[in-house]
Structure formats: structure tokens, C-alpha cells
């Protein structure tokens, strides 16, 4: 994420210093045991969808929890595994408004300009928000403002949870 365009505009948001901090906590975070998504996809979101290129903002809680599932993009995971719930219901909607989409993989929403964006970009193995609160809100609160200050019209989408 470092050559991004996403870099300097996230950097100039946060304190002195954050990025150490969150190098820091995935550090230790991968070092004690499992957590999602891989390392090398924690910043995939941004990674995937330019800051010039974003059209659309779905902003979920944190990568799946269990094994194969988070991908780095919220709600995305690979059409191998089984749809979690929360994809599920999202896939449901889209149906009902759109048509029935074939692929669990949302790569293709990603490059076409959706930031699939977490509040918690890790999560530890079989903790669903086991990283909230520790270092990612104001990092994607950043990521946010930044989309925020852009000048011409972002569609942002949160989704509430479903409780039974």
C-alpha cells in the first residue's frame, strides 16, 4: 500500500507514527497465532481499488474468521468456499434487485471501483471482532475522510446486522 495513491492522503489523517503502530501490531498479531486475512492481503481493498477509480463504499466489520474465507475485501471471499451468512443475505438483496450473482468473489466489484472496506482489517482465527478496538478505527477512519474529501459524488453503503 506504501505506492498508493492512498498512502500520503491516509498518512496525512492520523498521528506521527500510526503506521509504525500498525506495522507493529500485525507483527506481533501473525506472530502469535492465526489470524485473517493472509498478511500479504490485509490491505487488499486498497490495494485493489485505486483512490481515483472508487465509485461505491461497503464498508463491513472485520474479514471473515474462518479458514480460506477473508480475502482482504469485505463481504468477498473465494467462489471455493461456501457463502457465509452475512454474504449470503447480501447476495439475497442483490437478487432480489438485480438478478442472481453466480461468483461469492467480489474482486470484479473491486476493480470496477468498490472499496470493500472492514472498520477491522484483521481478525483473529474463530474471533469474529476480535481486533475491534485495538488499532484499525482510526485507520479506516481515515481511509473514510479521505474518500470523503473527494470531489465528486461517493456512494457509501453500510450494512446493519441481522439478529434473530
Not at 461469492?104 to 472492514?118: K, M
Not at 482489517?121 to 479521505?146: R, S, Y
Amino acid at each position: 500500500m506504501q505506492h498508493s495513491s492512498w498512502h500520503a492522503l491516509i498518512k496525512e489523517q492520523l498521528p506521527e507514527g500510526y503506521f509504525g503502530k500498525i506495522n507493529h501490531f500485525m507483527e506481533q498479531v501473525y506472530a502469535q497465532g492465526t489470524a485473517y486475512p493472509p498478511k500479504e492481503k490485509v490491505f487488499q481493498a486498497l490495494i485493489t481499488t485505486p483512490l481515483e477509480e472508487v465509485k461505491v463504499v461497503i464498508l463491513g466489520q472485520d474479514p471473515y474468521h474462518g479458514p480460506g474465507q477473508a480475502q482482504g475485501l469485505s463481504f468477498s471471499v473465494s467462489d471455493s468456499i461456501p457463502a457465509p451468512p452475512s454474504l449470503q443475505i447480501f447476495l439475497k438483496e442483490l437478487a432480489d434487485d438485480i438478478g442472481v450473482k453466480n461468483s461469492h468473489d467480489l474482486t470484479s466489484w473491486a476493480e470496477q471501483g468498490v472499496l470493500l472496506l472492514n472498520a477491522c482489517l484483521t481478525v483473529p482465527a474463530g474471533q469474529a471482532n476480535g481486533h475491534a478496538g485495538q488499532i484499525w478505527e482510526p485507520f479506516t477512519d481515515a481511509v473514510i475522510k479521505v474518500v470523503n474529501n473527494i470531489d465528486r459524488p461517493v456512494v457509501f453503503c453500510t450494512l446493519g446486522c441481522l439478529c434473530t
